[in-house]
């Protein structure tokens, strides 16, 4: 069952910068998350491939919105990206985040980027604060 964006902290509006660059956040639900981006010629690095940058905030924006979608703010503790292949403009790349672990002040992310093909393009762990209570705990 898909929750609505609208009881994620933050969304739909959504974070100001990924919405910027076109990331489009395509599912939320607790623990859980989808966003998509279509690489741009603007996005590229002096190599002429899609810049860390651009990978680590769609990473991020999935990462962001699974870490919130419980209804309780999550701030980042630690972040790691590792970067597997390299894309260039016109493609769709998926960030897809899945909590690996809940407790009442972390969760663990891991959040998988993937080309149009199904190919890994980057890996990234993370790690949240959970602040405040969850909702109705006392």
Known sequence: MEESREKVPGFPGGD???????????QVRPGYAVARLVV???????????????????????????????????????VNLNFVKATGPGECLTATATEENLTRRTGLYRILVVDSMGDLVAEMSGLVYRKGEEPGER
């Open 16 to 26: 100001p910068f990924a919405r910027q660059l076109g990331v489009e956040l395509a």
């Open 40 to 78: 741009t010629g603007s996005m590229l690095n002096v190599n002429r491939v899609t810049h860390g940058g651009v990978l680590f905030t769609l990473a991020d924006t999935a990462f962001e919105a699974a870490s919130n979608s419980r209804g309780r703010a999550a701030l980042a503790l630690n």
